[in-house]
């Protein structure tokens, strides 16, 4: 079993900037991939970025790109997003997903940080 806790969200005015944590844990688990998703009210879930474990190559949903910034800390099992130059349509709850090794998909879901952006 793998847990996954968020933390770092908050409220900030438009053009400010949050850091948002993950960490990763569990008993035996290696991921493939960790990410970053989001969801606003009455809205379907959007993908945020997404990082592979081996490489560290990076993904981004066009939204961002450019605004924000996922990286990891290995040891700690740990992801983070850097959001920058935030704006109100950037207002969501912010969840962590883990995509074990052999697993098709993001199969770990934390229970999620909810940003909100002020105008």
């Known amino acids: 079993q793998v847990h996954l806790v968020e933390s770092g969200g908050g409220l900030v005015q438009a053009g400010g900037s949050l850091r948002l944590s993950c960490a990763a844990s569990?008993?035996?688990?290696?991921?493939?991939?960790m990410a970053w998703f989001r969801q606003a009210p009455g809205k379907e879930r959007e993908f945020v970025a997404s990082?592979?474990?081996?490489?560290?190559?990076?993904y981004y949903g066009d939204s961002v790109k450019g605004r924000f910034a996922i990286s990891r800390n290995i040891a700690r099992n740990s992801i983070y997003l850097q959001m920058n130059d935030l704006k109100p349509e950037d207002t969501a709850v912010y969840f962590c997903?883990?995509?074990?090794?052999?697993?098709?998909?993001?199969?770990?879901w934390g229970q999620g940080t909810q940003v909100t952006v002020s105008s």
């Open positions: 569990g008993r035996a688990f290696s991921q493939v991939a």
């Open positions: 997903p883990l995509q074990r090794v052999g697993a098709s998909d993001y199969g770990y």
């Open positions: 990082m592979r474990w081996s490489g560290g190559s990076t």
